[in-house]
């Protein structure tokens, strides 16, 4: 199969370019190649916007912010529609560091026992003023 000879450690180009093919596939038991396109069910490494953001009922590429819906709660006014499409976190992630404050580093902090949004969130915003006298 390989042009490799038993005497002579040579290899080949056209034997690199078979062996690298054959790596690239991915095959199941049988030894049929295979798309997977499918994503696990639970992942373990998901991103912490999980936590922040619902999905659309209607439409699974959109999502909310839950902390905007609930400051928007009793008023005439609808949260913004972030884009889900693609699978992107990046937008969602934007959000939450910009208006919020929450990144991957302090989310923690947001979420209670069982990793639900705190239904108190106080976003704080420290100003120090130095105070010189002449």
């Known amino acids: 199969m390989s042009s490799v000879s038993e005497h002579n450690s040579t290899i080949t180009r056209s034997s690199l370019s078979t062996l690298s093919n054959e790596r690239k596939k991915r095959k199941n038991n049988s030894g049929e190649a295979v798309a997977t396109t499918s994503k696990p069910v639970d992942r373990i490494n998901k991103s912490h916007t999980t936590y922040f953001f619902h999905k659309d009922s209607n ?60 239904t108190y969130i106080k976003k704080l915003h420290v100003i120090v003023f130095k105070h010189s006298e002449y």
């Open 59 to 118: 439409n699974n590429e959109i999502a909310y912010c839950v902390l905007c819906e609930r400051k928007l709660t009793g008023t005439d006014k609808n949260p913004y529609p972030y884009s889900r499409k693609g699978g992107s976190t990046s937008n969602l992630t934007s959000h939450l560091r910009d208006k919020h404050g929450i990144t991957k580093f302090n989310y923690l902090e947001y979420l209670d026992t069982n990793n639900e949004v705190k």
